[in-house]
């Protein structure tokens, strides 16, 4: 979850910078830099593996009086934890540096056609530099570069670029919906950030940018461009001094913020964990080897609510890549019908404030049967991860709306990481397969990216259903649990009695309840059951049933027979999860706040629940 911040005005730009640097720090990280520039053409930069105190204690007492800089908090990606990989890079002649926060998913074409020298690490970042310092080279303006370079750099990122020639400017680019830039206006000077929470103690006047814009930062002004260069008009937002409306920026609710904050949470959880070379590595949260993986006999998954919902998609996963027979329970019935289990049985629970009291009860029951446990939290140091033997942080931020949207992107992520991880050490998932999973779901925050762009689509079907009383969602294979999960969150936030069945089961009862007063939205991407869904669209409309098709992006074969078609990004067929539950997440928000519900604190939820 990489953290960003730039300055320019005139204040010593390194204290900023390095408080900025702490302020991000929530966001996870595994190395820190800094980059400085004044009325000289040379960087002074620091790099330190580690927590950011390694950084501080390496720069102190020799910070120059600099105008401008860079920081930058890193989680690995593209090379491991080490100095040469923290960021700021530059490029071979040092006149170029570059912070970025994303996959640059064409790097090694872009390497092999662009190295202007040796690269001096393994990240993607580095090639962003050598290509700017290419086309500085030749006359271009940095703004105009940076527009080049995002045009033929792919991916979904966020990047701060400074050119050692022309102190005082910073140029920032937002590409795609992964990673965020929030410029803040002050007197006689300007910020650049990933996170707001940087730029509060500075300015409470904003612009967020959106993605394919630009800003051209001077300390006197921000000049705004689209892609094409066109100039935009963008007015800084006032910050009310509520902190908890400030952290909210331009969104209405939390819910709203965490939804579009998912393509970078997908990014967050796969630092680290997902390489371009084509292997995962989860030995962060598995604490075990090969010969106890070979020995493992039976996976047994257990959650509540999304988190069920999650780990019924990682049944699948288990299944298919390390080939353990699993089995998923709900965690407040799992203990009470005295389940089998012994020490070859792997339990994983799942729980992202780890410390639901129905799933420590699951816990204990798996500890006293001498079960290995990995747990799936997104809270470090709660109650799970204290009785588990490995656990796996999700590493998304805070989620502060009760229902959860980035969590299960999240938990669902790392279940298909480990399951790759688990077939490797068990010899059970070819290399081949390894790799192609890890290059498609490299594709995600992309792919993620490209569904919130169709939010006001979305937004318009809501409209035209909020006042029904009934819903039903409909999936097969990988769908049902979104389905599940699709009714969970409308029942959750706007109040509308929703169900969630595997459409096979519609024939053996709900197809009863089927009216021109009661929707349908089935989950219906090109997938090996598709003809099947089709089948079962077109019972619903023999019954004068309205239908929402959730459809695979270009396929029109439900033109005509679904009442409204939600097209879907192209993505691997096994990840279709990640790209469907999304549309529904949004369509339980809008039509929540169309019926004015409490959206982020719906009546009777907690966020956490503490008692049985």
């Not at 799992?334 to 699951?362: C, M, N, W």
């Not at 470090?380 to 009785?387: H, L, M």
Request: glycine share 10%; charged share 25%; net charge negative.
């Amino acid at each position: 979850m990489c953290g960003i911040i730039g300055y320019t005005g005139r204040r010593p730009a390194g204290p900023i910078i390095l408080d900025g640097l702490r302020r991000l720090e929530y966001r996870g990280y595994d190395s820190a830099g800094i980059a400085l520039f004044g009325d000289h053409q040379d960087f002074y930069v620091a790099h330190a593996t580690g927590k950011l105190d390694a950084l501080i204690q390496r720069v102190e007492g020799t910070l120059p009086p600099a105008i401008a800089g860079l920081g930058h908090t890193r989680w690995a990606t593209h090379g491991e934890p080490a100095d040469r990989n923290a960021h700021p890079q530059l490029d071979p002649d040092g006149r170029i540096a570059v912070v970025h926060n994303g996959i640059i998913e064409n790097f090694e074409v872009l390497r092999r056609k662009y190295a202007r020298g040796p690269f001096r690490s393994e990240t993607d970042t580095e090639v962003l530099a050598h290509m700017l310092a290419g086309r500085i080279e030749r006359g271009e303006d940095l703004l105009d570069a940076v527009r080049a370079v995002a045009a033929e750099a792919t991916g979904a990122y966020s990047l701060i670029a400074v050119d050692a020639t022309d102190p005082g400017r910073l140029v920032a680019a937002r590409i795609g919906n992964a990673g965020g830039i929030v410029v803040g206006v002050g007197e006689h000077e300007n910020l650049a950030a990933s996170d707001l929470n940087a730029l509060l103690p500075h300015t409470r006047q904003v612009v967020f940018v959106e993605p394919g814009e630009f800003a051209d930062i001077r300390a006197e002004g921000v000049r705004y461009v689209d892609a094409a260069g066109q100039d935009l008009v963008k007015t800084p937002e006032t910050l009310p001094y509520d902190p908890v409306a400030a952290v909210k920026g331009p969104y209405k609710h939390f819910m709203q913020k965490e939804i579009f904050e998912q393509p970078g949470a997908v990014l967050d959880v796969m630092r680290g964990r997902y390489f371009p070379d084509g292997h995962v590595d989860m030995s962060d949260g598995v604490p075990f080897d090969a010969a106890w993986a070979r020995q493992i006999t039976r996976v047994v998954l257990v959650g509540m609510g999304t988190s069920m919902h999650s780990a019924m998609i990682g049944r699948h996963y288990m299944e298919r890549f390390a080939r353990i027979p699993a089995e998923v329970d709900n965690a407040a019935e799992f203990r009470y019908r005295r389940p089998v289990l012994d020490k070859h049985t792997l339990v994983i629970s799942i729980a992202q404030s780890g410390e639901t009291v129905d799933t420590l009860a699951a816990m204990d029951e798996a500890r006293r049967a001498g079960c290995p446990q990995i747990t799936i939290c997104n809270t470090p140091g709660a109650q799970t991860t204290r009785v588990a033997d490995g656990t796996l942080l999700m590493r998304v931020g805070p989620e502060i709306a009760v229902a959860s949207t980035k969590t299960m992107l999240a938990s669902m992520l790392l279940l298909h990481g480990l399951s790759l991880y688990l077939g490797r050490l068990r010899g059970t998932l070819d290399p081949t397969a390894e790799a192609e999973q890890v290059r498609a779901a490299l594709q995600l925050p992309r792919a993620v990216g490209e569904v919130l762009e169709a939010a006001g689509h979305v937004e318009a079907i809501a409209a035209k259903y909020a006042q029904v009383e009934d819903f039903l969602f409909l999936g097969r294979g990988l769908g049902f649990p979104i389905a599940l999960e699709g009714a969970l969150k409308l029942k959750e936030v706007s109040y509308i009695h929703a169900e969630g069945y595997a459409a096979g089961e519609m024939k053996h009862g709900p197809i009863a309840l089927i009216d021109e007063r009661m929707p349908t939205l089935a989950i219906a991407p090109r997938d090996e059951v598709f003809d099947k869904m089709r089948s079962n669209i077109e019972q619903v409309r023999a019954r004068r049933g309205e239908v929402i098709a959730m459809v695979s992006q270009g396929d029109h074969s439900l033109d005509g027979i679904a009442s409204d078609i939600i097209e879907l990004p192209e993505i691997d067929p096994i990840l279709a999860p990640f790209v469907s539950v999304v549309p529904l997440q949004l369509l339980a928000y809008y039509i929540a706040t169309e019926r004015g519900a409490d959206v982020d604190q719906p009546r009777n939820l907690a966020k956490t629940v503490v008692v049985e």
